[in-house]
């Protein structure tokens, strides 16, 4: 696949991320000339790893980490790297164009769009161990469905309701029984409130977290 270095370069930088492995670990996109991403995948193989590709990725949605190729803005200009993230999965990170954050999937043209997934997902349960540790490295959040994600720095949690700014926080707080609870997030995530009506849809906060997977993030209660 013929694409510039730099492309290389940030698709190297981001499964190293995704990955949790430091980036001089990784094979070197330089040296490897115009087969990096062939070799790329054969060191994720080594890890139990790939990069599936991803068809029509125009219209793709998953609630986690993707890579796309696209083209840069400017005509001529050569393509670019960038990650998405979240349903519906806009542009999180574009290290060499940055006005291409907040882009959702139909807003950008793809060369190429990547999914690193483990061979055997089920294989290792998650949350054992105890308790864990980890960074959250990013908050993205939109207040309507079209609109571009925001970065913010911080972010206040409304207890019973989410995060302030999201559609969660829109809700009534919860402080009822287990099964009550999760009726209400259902409600939530098909854009409900708790008398049934149909709320303004909007996207899911977009938090990105390191050293820690989100079931366990999520289970460890914070």
Request: with cysteine.
């Amino acid at each position: 696949m013929e694409t510039p270095d730099r492309v290389g370069e940030i698709v190297t930088a981001f499964v190293a991320e995704l990955t949790g492995q430091p980036l001089h670990d990784l094979p070197s996109p330089h040296a490897s000339g115009d087969e990096w991403l062939a070799v790329l995948r054969l060191w994720l193989a080594t890890r139990h790893c790939g990069l599936v590709a991803i068809a029509h990725p125009e219209t793709f949605s998953w609630p986690g980490h993707w890579i796309g190729i696209v083209d840069a803005p400017g005509a001529g200009d050569p393509p670019v790297a960038v990650l998405l993230f979240g349903t519906p999965s806009a542009v999180i990170a574009s290290p060499a164009t940055p006005a291409l954050v907040g882009k959702a999937v139909d807003e950008v043209r793809f060369r190429q769009a990547l999914l690193l997934v483990p061979y055997q997902p089920f294989g290792t349960p998650v949350g054992e161990g105890g308790r864990t540790a980890g960074d959250v490295v990013g908050l993205y959040i939109s207040a309507v469905k079209t609109g571009p994600m925001q970065p913010v720095v911080s972010a206040t949690a409304l207890p019973g309701h989410g995060l302030r700014g999201d559609l969660c926080s829109a809700l009534k707080p919860v402080r009822s029984s287990s099964r009550q609870q999760v009726k209400s997030r259902r409600r939530c995530r098909s854009g409900q409130d708790e008398e049934g009506s149909r709320l303004p849809q909007a996207k899911n906060p977009k938090l990105m977290q390191r050293g820690v997977g989100w079931e366990q993030f999520r289970s460890s209660g914070k």
